[in-house]
């Protein structure tokens, strides 16, 4: 794992957050494997990263149902695809619910974590600036992760 | 009292001179009465069994017992061969020598005295004459200057200084690292073993009393809230006498950290191992996780394109339904005029093409 792979992890993200959708399809489907778990990290790390600073830590379950049941709306095509039980779950496990490490498995983790981070950068029309400085967070803790686990 | 008894032992041997032969009643053995005077076959006759000799000797012998009598008269008695012996007319009036003696013995008693008194009075003993005077206490022990009491805090004075955890500790490496350095090195590189830690000096007292009374201290130092937000936390270093009642903790080990210290330096552990398992789930299925990616993001795109807005938000959820009504809506005026127009332009349009296009086939045949 490179710091390489990780920049093209965040420039897939970037893409898509920033709704350059044609650049992020091109990107996403260019991926090989080292950078597709770096691009599984980045996005864990900015969702992670978008949820805390919106609900903080073991946010009450109506807010995340709230927020969820909003996004579904504002997404149908989506929301036929992401039920609101696997977005909740990655909002809980990302704010503090540990158990729920883990309870969903890959793909449907990753919809739910890429359509949720949308969501929330959406909410408030979080500029570009916004989304570089919440990806280059994520970039780093990617960096930090791959380099801990290189050293276990 | 003796005598009592003596004299019970006197007459006793009348009695038993008359009781260590008695007749034996039961045996039927006739006595020897007196002719007429007590005979065994009256009625009523308990003393069947003893002649009139042994009768008359009984009540002889009571005749000698002495009066019955009180035990004040018998302790009367045995006061009649003491020296002190008091007289019958005192012994009348209930006088008793031994409690006179008691009260004249209550009267060489020491006056009675307070608990302070007696305290005093033991100073006395143990301190210089002089410094105490236990006849100089008032009714009120609390504004009773003592020499002594003076003494205990003048030597309280002497003792050292009162100093927090932090500077006992200071103080410990000063004393364990003297040899290798002369002070206390502030070197941040961490490669000293004898480096204090920076962090837990204590800032300078700010509310010391002028006779050198420690008070509790301040101070302050950014910390960061989890959201990356700088909080401010105050930090309160008390003297060693401020600690509360049971708190045993030996000083000079540093500050004890509070609940949300503690807690802090966890959640760090905590959030860093709670990511490690987040990432190490989305690595493990990283190309499932890109797959689900690129499946929600198709339909996000599909979502966004379909309801693009005039500032680019998404259109709202409710928008998608529209009710269809019962009978069309008639056209306004002003899109009917545009359709009217662009009919006749068009249908004029068609006209002069199709007088074109005749024109040119006749030239054409010509």
Redesign the interface.
């Given at each position: 794992m490179t710091n390489t792979d990780v920049d093209s992890a965040v420039a897939v993200l970037r893409a898509?957050l920033t709704?350059d959708?044609s650049t992020?399809?091109s990107l996403?489907?260019g991926?090989d494997?080292s950078q597709?778990?770096a691009?599984?990290?980045v996005?864990?790390?900015a969702f992670?990263s978008a949820a805390?600073?919106r609900f903080?830590?073991k946010p009450p379950a109506a807010d995340v149902i709230e927020f969820v049941a909003e996004a579904?709306?504002?997404?149908?095509?989506?929301a036929?695809?992401?039920s609101a039980e696997d977005a909740e779950t990655v909002i809980r496990?990302?704010t503090?619910d540990?158990d729920l490490?883990?309870a969903l498995?890959?793909?449907?983790?990753?919809?739910?974590?890429?359509?949720m981070l949308?969501a929330l950068t959406?909410e408030n029309?979080a500029p570009a600036a916004a989304i570089d400085a919440l990806l280059a967070e994520a970039a780093t803790?990617?960096e930090d992760?791959f380099q801990?686990?290189a050293g276990r | 009292m003796s005598e009592v008894y003596q004299a019970s032992e006197i007459t006793q041997p009348a009695s038993e001179a008359a009781a260590t032969a008695p007749p034996d009643a039961s045996s039927g053995s006739a006595s020897v009465d007196n002719p007429g005077s007590y005979p065994d076959a009256a009625p009523g006759d308990d003393f069947a069994g003893y002649s009139d000799a042994d009768i008359d000797a009984i009540l002889a012998a009571e005749d000698q017992l002495p009066e019955p009598r009180t035990r004040q008269e018998a302790a009367a008695d045995t006061w009649d061969g003491a020296p002190d012996d008091p007289a019958d007319s005192e012994l009348a009036t209930g006088y008793d020598g031994d409690v006179a003696a008691l009260l004249a013995e209550e009267q060489q008693l020491p006056e009675p005295r307070t608990r302070q008194e007696a305290a005093a009075a033991t100073w006395d003993d143990t301190t210089p004459p002089g410094d105490d005077d236990p006849e100089a206490f008032s009714a009120n022990p609390a504004t009773e200057y003592d020499g002594d009491v003076a003494a205990l805090l003048a030597a309280e004075e002497q003792l050292p200084e009162p100093r927090t955890r932090q500077e006992a500790a200071a103080a410990t490496w000063d004393d364990t690292n003297s040899s290798q350095d002369d002070g206390l090195d502030m070197r941040t590189d961490g490669s000293s073993p004898s480096q204090p830690d920076t962090v837990t000096e204590p800032p300078a007292r700010n509310n010391e009393g002028e006779n050198g009374t420690p008070g509790p201290t301040e101070g302050q130092v950014d910390g960061h809230a989890?959201?990356g937000t700088d909080v401010p936390v105050t930090i309160e270093y008390l003297p060693p006498e401020a600690r509360t009642v049971g708190d045993t903790t030996p000083t000079g080990i540093g500050r004890k950290p509070t609940g949300a210290e503690i807690l802090d330096m966890e959640g760090d552990d905590r959030t860093e191992s709670?990511?490690?398992?987040?990432?190490d789930?989305?690595?493990?299925?990283?190309?499932?996780?890109?797959?689900?990616?690129?499946?929600?993001?198709?339909?996000?795109?599909?979502?966004?394109?379909?309801a693009p807005g005039p500032s680019?938000?998404?259109?709202?959820?409710?928008a998608?339904t529209r009710t269809v009504p019962d009978h069309p809506v008639p056209p306004d005026p002003g899109a009917s005029d545009a359709i009217s127009s662009m009919t006749i332009i068009g249908v004029a349009a068609a006209v002069a093409l199709r007088h074109a296009v005749s024109a040119l086939r006749k030239e054409h045949k010509a």
């Open positions: 898509f709704r959708f992020y399809q996403r489907e991926l494997a597709q778990q691009f599984a990290v996005l864990a790390a992670t805390a600073r903080g830590e579904r709306a504002s997404y149908p095509t989506a036929g695809i992401l496990a990302s503090g540990d490490i883990g498995d890959g793909r449907r983790s990753g919809a739910a974590q890429t359509a949308f959406r029309e803790q990617a992760y801990r686990r | 989890q959201n709670r990511l490690d398992r987040l990432f789930e989305m690595v493990k299925e990283a190309g499932d996780v890109s797959d689900g990616s690129g499946a929600i993001g198709e339909a996000i795109v599909i979502d966004d394109r379909s680019g938000h998404p259109q709202p959820y409710h998608t």
